[in-house]
């Protein structure tokens, strides 16, 4: 697990008519598990909405989706292929179309990582976010055309349409993820790679025990203010679940340090990633309970230099659609070596070095 501290300051109805005496009513269960409704998407639609009209406030607090654009772009590019039509789902201001235009750091004569990818489409629900930088530079260096979803949870495309669909910071806040991930299945071409990336369940712990512990000592209980987040443990289960193959699931930690709480929760709503969750509170955090959090968030997590650190849990998943020419692992004891056996030589050479 890599850490990364940033110091920022900053069809219609068919109808068909049956005669009422052969009518007959049936109580069953549709098909499928039930879908828990967990996050209001018309309020997360809203707030995407409202913090994308203030541009330049909105394109200041990208630090977050600029940097995990270009981690996951360099996953992308280890993989050594051209990907002639790419997905970009839940976009967000088209962060990875721009990281892509950027030379990669460990190889800046290269050029632009974008000549890896042919055609890319990139589609959100929220139209502002997704035009906010229609007209910056990189949209010239790179092929990219934005599509509006009438829903993060609907993927409108034919099946065995894309060469690779990616997903960053947007998987966070599906209600329904298990169909998501089965329909970007669908979509991906037998052989060709999901590369995907959200936020993990330890993410903001030090703000979720800070509020909580305030809030329980000023009103005598714990409110929802904070949203649900998948564990990592459960990522795997789910691709494989969804028809992947070849999974990898690896963590990052990204720690960002803000001079108080409130300028934490300033950047998280400019980000448009507030709590969205249905069962919340109504109305905003009582100053009262904001201040209590603010000081059990300097006793617990503060730093030396007084700034507050912000920890943001991020998991990256890689899974492969199924193909009959794919690369498939040996069957159990076909090796050619034990890894008792290796493990024990090297144990018996670090004897005799020592």
């Not at 990208?62 to 590019?77: P, T």
């Not at 962060?95 to 055609?119: C, F, H, Q, Y």
């Not at 790679?193 to 809030?215: C, H, K």
Request: glycine letters at 6%.
């Amino acid at each position: 697990m890599n850490t990364l501290s940033i110091r920022a300051f900053i069809p219609p109805l068919t109808r068909r008519c049956v005669p009422l005496s052969t009518t007959r009513r049936y109580a069953v269960q549709a098909p499928g598990a039930p879908t828990i409704e967990i996050f209001s998407q018309q309020h997360k639609w809203m707030q995407k909405e409202r913090a994308a009209r203030d541009v330049e406030t909105s394109r200041n607090v990208d630090y977050l989706r600029d940097e995990v654009a270009s981690r996951l772009c360099e996953r992308l590019l280890d993989i050594n292929r051209h990907f002639a039509h790419v997905l970009d789902l839940g976009a967000n201001a088209c962060n990875i179309a721009r990281m892509l235009t950027l030379p990669s750091e460990d190889s800046p004569d290269a050029g632009p990582r974008s000549k890896r990818v042919g055609k890319m489409t990139a589609a959100d629900s929220s139209e502002t976010l997704l035009y906010r930088d229609a007209d910056l530079p990189f949209n010239k260096e790179i092929d990219i055309h934005r599509e509006v979803l009438s829903t993060s949870e609907t993927l409108p495309y034919e099946a065995n349409t894309f060469d690779a669909v990616l997903s960053s910071l947007s998987m966070h806040w599906i209600n329904d993820l298990p169909s998501v991930l089965a329909q970007v299945n669908n979509i991906l071409k037998p052989d060709c790679p999901f590369i995907g990336v959200m936020m993990g369940g330890d993410s903001l712990f030090e703000l979720r025990t800070s509020l909580q512990l305030a809030e329980l000592d000023r009103r005598g209980g714990v409110s929802t203010h904070t949203s649900p987040l998948a564990d990592v443990r459960d990522v795997g289960g789910l691709l494989q679940r969804a028809g992947f193959n070849l999974l990898t699931v690896d963590v990052d930690d990204i720690v960002v340090d803000f001079p108080d709480t409130f300028a934490l929760m300033k950047d998280l709503q400019a980000m448009g990633e507030s709590n969205a969750v249905i069962s919340r509170e109504k109305g905003a955090i009582q100053r009262d309970v904001l201040l209590a959090a603010e000081g059990i968030y300097r006793e617990l997590h503060g730093n030396e230099d007084g700034s507050l650190p912000a920890t943001f849990r991020l998991v990256y998943m890689i899974g492969w659609k199924r193909s009959p020419n794919q690369a498939k692992p040996l069957e159990r004891g076909t090796g050619m070596f034990s890894i008792k056996d290796i493990l024990e030589n090297e144990k018996k050479g670090g004897g005799k070095d020592e």
